[in-house]
């Protein structure tokens, strides 16, 4: 099958003038080496495309794919992650991962998790703060935990996240807020254990591939999977398989939260237990890492004992069950052809 391969290249936006933290979500040339050669060990023949504008230009030259591999995360915007799915979605051609609704959706935590509490899952009670104003209507018992409430890789999240009182929480905040540009997001802090699920599939065909439990080492910062933290997983960082007792809970709530969102054909699922042990999620990643030992889905997948080029077979199968057999995407070829 002929694979597009979509994707942020790190290097290219940290030689245009962006910053590591700004480019944090973005992959790294041996990603993409690796991606292409788990495709090509299936049988697939993969064309790299890039970003999203270079695929606009691809498409507007009149290139086609069977399908595309998208990991391209996007620059701006709540809706940068629905950026090369709507393109792709107007040019009827079929792509890996979630649609942009379900993208922008599980980019905003704030508004995935009135989604999960409307559907009756447990996350943690949590406030939104879009300015300085909004700190005074904050109305949850301390200690709280202050995020982005839309970034991804721990950005923003660092050791004076877990704040313990209004002048803590104001602090945080304004820095969110001024630094990232977006409001910030205010939970109930979970003191308890941490935990990643794996999910692959869609729908009714949804499973996990297993849970790992999130340890903090020495010399970690404090209370979460921060920025820090989760740059330098390999020495701050331990991840071991959790208990089975646990697991079976974690998953259960995992998959009922895949469904619920929409999402499709593989991610992770976060969660972390309250002081009385009880499982909540925190966010629903649908647009996984995939670096093959750096990134949490795959490092789970290798706990596990399933090999990389599974991973990768197994999404893209699931996307398989979505490209028509009738003919739409030759027709939509035809209509979108450069005159």
């Not at 790294?28 to 292409?36: A, P, S, V």
């Not at 208990?243 to 995992?254: C, F, G, K, L, T």
């Not at 499709?264 to 009880?278: F, I, T």
């Not at 649908?286 to 949490?296: C, K, N």
Request: aromatic share 6%; glycine share 8%; proline share 5%.
């Amino acid at each position: 099958m002929k694979i597009g391969l979509t994707y942020d290249l790190r290097d290219a936006y940290l030689a245009a003038g962006y910053s590591e933290e700004e480019t944090a979500e973005f992959d790294r040339g041996e990603t993409i080496d690796e991606l292409q050669s788990a495709l090509e060990s299936l049988g697939h023949d993969v064309d790299r495309i890039g970003h999203v504008r270079e695929l606009a230009a691809r498409l507007v030259s009149g290139d086609r794919w069977e399908l595309v591999f998208n990991i391209a995360e996007g620059l701006r915007g709540f809706g940068r992650e629905a950026q090369i799915p709507g393109l792709l979605d107007a040019f009827e051609i079929p792509y890996t991962f979630s649609d942009p609704l379900t993208s922008s959706l599980t980019l905003h935590k704030g508004l995935t998790k009135r989604v999960l509490r409307d559907c009756g899952l447990p996350t943690a009670p949590f406030a939104e703060v879009s300015d300085e104003a909004d700190v005074d209507h904050v109305d949850l018992p301390y200690p709280l935990f202050v995020k982005p409430i839309a970034e991804g890789t721990s950005k923003g999240i660092d050791g004076t996240s877990r704040v313990s009182n209004m002048d803590e929480l104001r602090r945080v905040c304004r820095r969110i807020i001024r630094d990232l540009h977006q409001p910030a997001l205010v939970e109930s802090f979970l003191s308890g254990r941490e935990f990643t699920v794996g999910v692959t599939g869609t729908g009714r065909q949804t499973r996990a591939v297993g849970t790992l439990e999130v340890e903090l080492l020495a010399g970690a910062e404090d209370h979460a999977c921060t920025y820090v933290n989760k740059e330098r997983c390999e020495e701050l960082c331990r991840y071991a398989l959790a208990p089975r007792s646990i697991a079976e809970d974690a998953e259960s709530i995992a998959i009922a939260a895949w469904r619920a969102l929409g999402c499709r054909d593989g991610g992770r699922v976060d969660l972390r237990a309250d002081a009385a042990g009880s499982l909540h999620l925190l966010e629903v990643n649908p647009l996984p890492g995939l670096h093959p030992t750096h990134s949490d889905l795959p490092m789970l997948c290798t706990a596990v004992g399933m090999p990389y080029h599974e991973l990768i077979d197994r999404i893209v199968r699931s996307a398989m069950q979505r490209i028509p057999s009738d003919g739409r995407a030759v027709r939509a070829a035809a209509v979108a052809a450069p005159a």
